[in-house]
């Protein structure tokens, strides 16, 4: 009887610590399944839902510069009705800010690029992204993951604040040296943060 006790025992162990293993994985998993983030700006709130499952890279990046407060006093710098409104690069002064190094693209993850989700920006190099992004404000499926293209990944949507989004994308725009559909009147990250 002893021996077999002593037989059982190691395996009820390993049997428990995989259980607590597995049941701690899938706490952390639902705790990350939530991500909020607060985008503040002098138009007003944005909060956007972020999807970890579906865009771990991407979201992870995003953070990164969130919680870094990377994007604090950045701007708006590209709005184009019907289209987007894109931020996260450049001061009111349209200084390009130093970036850590590209991510991969996750543009096949499935997201679509509809009315409402946030992506990622990039050049034409489909792996360019770093910390810009974009709102889109009407369903820019041509924009998805394809066949033919590589795609812009879409990371996540807009909770609340759909309606700054709009005041946003309806405000007079110029052109300044080689950029575009720049708000006249900046439009402010005063700061990101995570929220529940």
């Known amino acids: ?31 990350t399944t939530d991500v909020k983030v607060l985008i503040e700006t002098n138009y007003g709130n944005i ?13 992870k990046n995003f953070l990164y510069y969130v919680e ?11 709005v184009i009705p019907g289209f987007m409104i894109q931020g996260g690069g450049f001061t009111k002064s349209m200084d390009k800010l130093p970036t850590e190094a590209p991510i991969r693209n996750e543009a096949s993850n499935g997201l679509h690029n509809n009315r409402g989700t946030i992506a990622m920006a ?8 770093t910390s810009q992004f974009f ?20 990371f996540g949507k807009v909770v ?19 950029h ?3 708000p006249v009147d ?10 529940k």
């Open 186 to 195: 900046p439009i402010v990250i005063k700061k990101m943060s995570v929220v």
């Open 1 to 31: 009887m002893r021996s077999y006790m002593s037989f059982i025992k190691p395996i009820l162990l390993c049997l428990s610590l995989i259980l607590s293993a597995n049941a701690l994985a899938a706490a952390n998993t639902s705790a």
């Open 135 to 154: 709102i889109n404000v009407a369903n820019n499926n041509f924009l998805d993951y394809s066949s033919q293209s590589m795609g812009y990944a879409s």
């Open 47 to 59: 909060t956007v839902k972020l999807n970890p499952e579906k865009a771990p890279i991407t979201v």
């Open 160 to 178: 609340e604040g759909m309606d700054v989004v709009d005041k946003i994308e309806h405000v007079r725009t110029t052109k300044r040296n080689m």
């Open 68 to 78: 870094s407060s990377f994007y604090t006093k950045t701007i708006f710098h590209r």
């Open 122 to 129: 990039r050049t034409n190099n489909p792996h360019s992204a």
């Open 180 to 182: 575009a559909n720049i």
